[in-house]
């Protein structure tokens, strides 16, 4: 008997809704294969037609997000990509649930660090004096602020409208957080 694609497909992105939903709230080492097939209305053994293990299912959820991503960046002219590009392109992304269980309380530094790593963050356009040695730093600031107030904003279940976040990460890097505080 031959399965049907769009059934196996159906089937894998049920596992992977059900992963990121738990995975969301809480640690990974507290997931158990039997729960995922539970609340996915199947048994184990179905769950092991798709993944090893919930490790597999990890790396094949990162890995197809991050690809996903690249792939929409890769569409960017080179000339305007920008940190507000890249955080648009996250925020519109149709794997937002993916992203919020990933980049959530219980997702892994590892993670974060993969996404910093596989972005093409180097082709963004940054205003830093060249061949200065703190230009490394300044970078990893930028980016790494830039992708926490992001993880902060979906935490917050985006009370903030994405022009309002974009414009608030471009007024940090460009005034600092002086307008923002008491005089």
Known sequence: ????????????QLFIDVFC????????????VQEIANK??????????????????????ENDLLNNIKEELSNTEVSTHTIQNTLHCLEKSEHIS???????????IHFLERLKKEIPFDKLKFNFCENNSLTPYLTEFYISTSLSLFRLWLRQE???????????????????????TKK
């Open 1 to 12: 008997m031959k399965k049907q694609p769009e059934i196996t497909q159906k089937t894998r």
């Open 21 to 32: 939903e738990l995975y969301s709230q809480k640690p990974i080492e507290k997931i158990s």
């Open 40 to 61: 996915s209305g199947f048994n184990r053994s179905t769950f092991y037609q798709y993944f090893a293990d919930i490790y597999e299912l990890l790396d094949f959820v």
């Open 98 to 108: 993916i992203l919020k269980a990933l980049l959530g309380d219980y997702g892994s």
């Open 158 to 180: 985006k009370d903030l409208s994405s022009e309002e976040l974009f414009k608030l990460v471009d007024n940090l890097y460009t005034k600092g957080i002086t307008p923002y």
